[in-house]
């Protein structure tokens, strides 16, 4: 396996701002399309998801029960990315 070299001084101030705004666009960009993802499932919740999901349950009860899995995956998505942080973390601190 070979080994990148990497370059040990500080950045000047040009390339620090330019790696600033790049991350800064990465992470609007990411932020958008996840709670655009978000705002469509919701809607779909409210709208096709009981009828085509909870075929057999009320109106009301199929709605609840599509938006309960729809507060499952908005409080999943955290937790799911803070475990795979920590992983991550854990495996980039080991020696290779």
Request: aromatic share 12%; net charge neutral; glycine share 6%.
């Amino acid at each position: 396996m070979t080994t990148a070299e990497v370059a040990a001084g500080p950045l000047s101030d040009f390339d620090h701002r330019a790696q600033l705004r790049r991350a800064v666009i990465a992470s609007t960009v990411g932020t958008t399309i996840e709670w655009y993802d978000f705002l469509l499932y919701g809607q779909m919740a409210a709208l096709v998801f009981a009828k085509l999901y909870f075929p057999s349950s009320d109106p009301l009860t199929g709605t609840l029960q599509a938006f309960a899995v729809f507060a499952v995956g908005f409080v999943a998505r955290p937790i799911g990315a803070a475990i795979l942080a920590i992983t991550a973390i854990e495996s980039a601190a080991k020696p290779r």
